[in-house]
């Protein structure tokens, strides 16, 4: 089975620290995502990517940055953390090309505190 | 306002029952997915059904995309099959848009 590994598991962090969650996937698919969960909104899509080298914005990418310098490893950065940055994070990986949504394979999930 | 939309909210079954999510979507779509995700948190992908009707093992996926809805039927649940199920929506180029979810909960 397709395999996406997440670290941390979980993160506490100080307000207007930086924090780095990283991604790695093994199953040779170009198409990374990083979500948030939040209750009551489901999952939303922050930032996602083509293959190496490229990242896109998502729905709410404010506060966060991407970054993709391998097809296996897509890391989600925030510059200045802020409480309202507190959630879970997933990583997603799935399928080889644009046109289509495949079935996407899941990380275990980053639970984020920023005090 | 909210693209997708999942109801109910939560439900509650004993365990043998039969179960019925919907998820109800305002644009235009490319496909339809419903995954299931875990208490404690991992997802994991059910069905990928753009339109008409999927089975797998004891649950069925059915979309309609001109009433722009989706359902998920789950036959004689279990207590296994307790957590959040998920349908999502491709907008365009692998962007999905999720409802907040049904939480469901099966009693012995």
């Known amino acids: 089975e397709a395999a996406v590994t997440q670290s941390p598991r979980n993160k506490v962090a100080v307000t207007g620290g930086k924090v780095t969650l990283s991604c790695n996937q093994t199953?040779?698919?170009?198409?990374m995502y990083w979500y948030r969960q939040d209750t009551g909104h489901g999952l939303r899509l922050i930032h996602y990517?083509?293959?190496?080298?490229?990242?896109e914005k998502g729905d709410i990418p404010d506060g966060y940055k991407a970054s993709r310098p391998s097809q296996e490893n897509f890391s989600l950065i925030l510059e200045l953390a802020t409480p309202s940055q507190t959630s879970v994070y997933f990583c997603?990986?799935?399928?080889?090309?644009?046109?289509?949504?495949?079935?996407?394979?899941f990380g275990s999930g980053t639970r984020l505190t920023v005090l | 306002g909210q693209q997708v939309q999942q109801s109910p909210a939560s439900l509650v079954l004993q365990e043998g029952e039969n179960a019925e999510l919907q998820c109800n979507f305002s644009t235009s779509l490319n496909s339809m997915q419903w995954f299931y995700q875990r208490p404690g948190g991992s997802l994991v992908s059910l069905f990928y059904n753009p339109s008409g009707t999927k089975h797998s093992g004891r649950l069925t996926s059915t979309t309609v995309i001109k009433e722009r809805r989706s359902s998920l039927h789950i036959s004689s649940s279990q207590t296994t099959d307790s957590g959040t199920y998920l349908c999502a929506l491709e907008r365009s180029f692998n962007k999905l848009t999720f409802g907040a979810g049904t939480r469901l909960a099966v009693c012995p």
């Open positions: 997603a990986s799935g399928g080889t090309g644009q046109s289509s949504a495949e079935t996407l394979y």
């Open positions: 990517s083509y293959g190496a080298g490229s990242t």
């Open positions: 199953n040779n698919h170009n198409n």
